[in-house]
């Protein structure tokens, strides 16, 4: 029951109000690709112990999708963000190697 | 004998008698008893036959570690099994009976596993019962399930009612003895939201009967005080016979009220399910006392030592006139003590350290208790109640140097603090060899989303329960600080002081060199009759995770959960293994701390309002007509309206026959419509379908297929252009809300610069589909909008007022007959109803359903999601390439659809199946090839996706996926079905009625 903040309304929102969407910054490889672009794109998900980027829909409130970063061995939420960029932004990315200074940069 | 005094009792009110009914025994006890000081009151030692032997087992504990006393209670509609003893209280008209015996309690034939106990060791189901094979199934498992579970499942409905309550607290306190109330006036008099829950229907916890002083007076008058203030503060909430069950990510926690269980049927709900938000928790859980491993420590009348003190105080219930307490610390003198106060024989304390230099051991000589040091119970003497002890020195080997008789024993082997809240989000222990417990490590509390620890332990469940209130007091110091709260800094910190303690001594199994006979008689578990001989033989066989031993000996499984047994039991384990206690570590922690009835979780989920129920504009037409509904996600639809005496299919078969031949009128409300607008959504519906929308001109509908990137088959649906940059996507009934997510999953997370709205118009609109020769016929009737075939040709749309309401009219067709959906505003979508059905009577308008939808769309080989798709289909499966754009650079799935398998020439593919004799091919029969697998199963070469009677011909069609189907038109295939007999069916074009559509184009 983690509870995520909607960067579009500010909510502080329980899990039940929101829909998980797998990995996040996924780059979508159509037409054309290769079998191994292919391969990554629809298959090969990281399973870390310890940071991840998530997709996140904030289903039954105001329906934006949003993207967090947070450790899944201690749940500790780093911080979410809109879903309209490529690579999490400067600010989660410095929150997370201030608090996690091991932490291998994510890709 | 077990019996009640003739005064004291502190919570008893002897004033109010309440009768009770236990194996069909009618007994008394008072208001204020729970169920196991009421047995205990009528002499009832024995009250469960246990798990595997069916030994006689008795009360052991008082509280929720209570093992053995596990009820069916009630009968009927409220009858509930495994209800513990200890934690009910006892109310007027109680019935109970004890569970795992047969035929009765005191005679039982399963107490035979007893004399078996050889082929009942650990893991004896892998071990014993493998061969032979048919026995399993035959023998073993029918005479397992007989005697072995715990207790009944319920048969009928459930009578009660069970509510949910959400609740938001700063500080959250778990127990309300002294650590907990502690905590409560810190931060509720600092001003902070506080809950404060309690699992008994008393406040203060073991403090009163442990004999605490707090500022030098009893601990009584200070819980009245700190009550009193509590109550009149009203930040803070306080809740007795409120056990907080679970805590769970990021400060979410569950706890479980008993609300009107003692008065069935007055209206209440029975247990109330809290679901809070707590920014801190402090866990003032308290401790368990653990049992002592010596041979017979299950026989009845064998207690915790703390459990039978709460008994004398609480109930002024005396368990036995002669007690002998055996111990290895000095908190069971204090119930020898309390024993011999209360008049009662107390004949030997025996205590298994060798040194005895305490207050208490010198008070209780001082009584006149006689006390023996370095002793130890060879054997417990009695099978259905405790008549005496035999007694050995605890460093020896068990040779007998005395008996004594005694009708009760009262053990204490230390204490445990309650850990498991703490540990259910991740807080890890420390063990503490002077008090031999584990207890919260600090340094590792679960962590919150801030990568703060949320959860707080204090008092005796942090390993201080001598030092109670200032480790309360600062774990809620600490929380308003995390908070960022002020705590006030004039409130005066209560002394707590209790009887002084000289150090316990660990003692794992009495006496220390016990041989392999009396270790198969010391129980560890007392639910799960685990032994420590169980634990030593899994060591033997090779089990050194802590977390195997549990599941293969099942010792701490069930409601025990790591109360009783868990410290005991991996004690045993770590000294066969020969390595410390902390090396081998616990088990985990998962919530519930207590069982939680299913009711209570489902709350007032279930019947009518389990989940909300969709219904059209219409719906009330339908059930005033006597339709049959049927599920369609959500939505609730007329399958089929049966006349007078007709069945189901008859009613079927005249809807499919009057819409072909005169006119039938459908309910499509329910169709999914999606619009999509902006600049970009001609470019973006390019991508979600697999043909061309942006060239679809204005007023023209288009038919199209929408993959998921793997290219299986996920929906499809009429798109109408609406204008230039508006298009309205129809979708299935059950897919609207799923595609309207996948649109703007993409156009959120992928295409985020593309100029695109969508809006999920489904309930906006009515929609009713006008089927058959008559169709325009009617329409023309209702008159205003020129539906002629010049006016609007097939796949055409027009907007316009029809017979007075305004409507969209798309000239489509799911069922091969001339059609025309007309779409009204929601409101207006019973009045059209009515209108069509009364102008409409003379020319044969009748209602149909989806039944009859289904079968017209087959006759035409038209797909239906869900039945010709399961998630692995691609539309070139389906013969739908020409549905798929060949120019297009890209669409999702189209990736997917280019990998080798799916452009395989061997995979299954749509073709329709027509069975020889004329019969109707089962649902979901397989096609069987030649040969069979390396399982000895025929192979497989097909399967039917759908299958009907066609009224319209008379016989049964059916489409259905066969490996290199199309290319095998003509030839007969096989399908058995499961009677044992096999339906041949040719493959056939899969438009079976009107293939050149002359029906619809006119």
Redesign the interface.
Known sequence: MLTLECPYCGIKACETELAPGGQAHLVRSGAGASDDEFEAYMFARTNPKGVHFERWRHAYGCGKWFLAARCTATLEVFGTYPAQTSAPPARILQEISARRPDERAPK | MSTRLASGGRFLNRATVQNFVFNGKRLRGFAGDTLASALLANDQMMVARSFKYHRPRGIVAAGPEEPNALFNMGRGARFEPNQRATTTALFEGLECESQNHWPSLEFDIGALNSLAAHVLPAGFYYKTFIHPRAFWKHVFEPIIRHSAGLGKAPQDRDADRYEHLYAFADVLIAGGGIAGLQAACVAGESGARVLLLEQTLHWGGRAVNDGAQIDGAPAQDWIAAALAKLTALPNVTLRLGTTVSGV?????VLANEHVGETTPGDGRPKQRLWRI?AGQIITATGAIERPLSFAGNDVPGVMLAASLRDYLHDYAVSPGDRTVVVTNNDDAYLTAIALKEAGLSVPLIVDARRTLTGPLPQRARDLGIRVEAGWAIAAVKGTRRVTGVSLCMQAGEGGVIEEIACDAVAMSGGWSPVVHLWSH??GKLLWNPEQAHFHPDPARPP?????KGFVRAAGAANGQSQNACADADHAARAALAHLGQTARTDLTLPVLEHPTQAAMAPVWVMPQGANQKLRAKMWLDYQNDVKVSDVQLAAREGYVSVEHTKRYTTLGMATDQGKLSNINGLAVLADSLNEEIPQVGTTTFRPPYTPITLGTLAGEARGEIFQPLRRSPMHEWHSDQGAYFEPVGHWRRPYCYPRGAENHADAVKREVLNTRNALGLLDASTLGKIIVKGPDAGRFLDMLYTGVMSTLPVGKCRYGLMCN??GFLSDDGVVARLDEQTFLCHTTSGGADRIH?WM??WL???W?DWQVFTANLTEQYAQIAVVGPKARTLLERLGGVDVSKEALPFMGWVEGTLGGFPVRIFRISFSGELSYEIAVPAGHGRALWDKLHAEGADLGAMPYGTEALHVMRAEKGFIMIGDETDGTVIPQDLGMSWAISKKK????G???Q??PHMTDPDRWQLVGLETLDGSVIPDGAYAVAPGSNANGQRHTEGRVTSTYFSPTLGRGIAMGLIRRGPERMGQIVDFPTTTGTTVQARIVDPVFYDKEGAKQNV
């Open positions: 769970y990510d990021h400060g979410y938000r989000c991740g962590l919150g989303a801030d990568g990137e793997n997510g703007e999953d959120q997370c992928e985020w650079p890209d669409y999702l189209k990736r997917g280019e990998r």
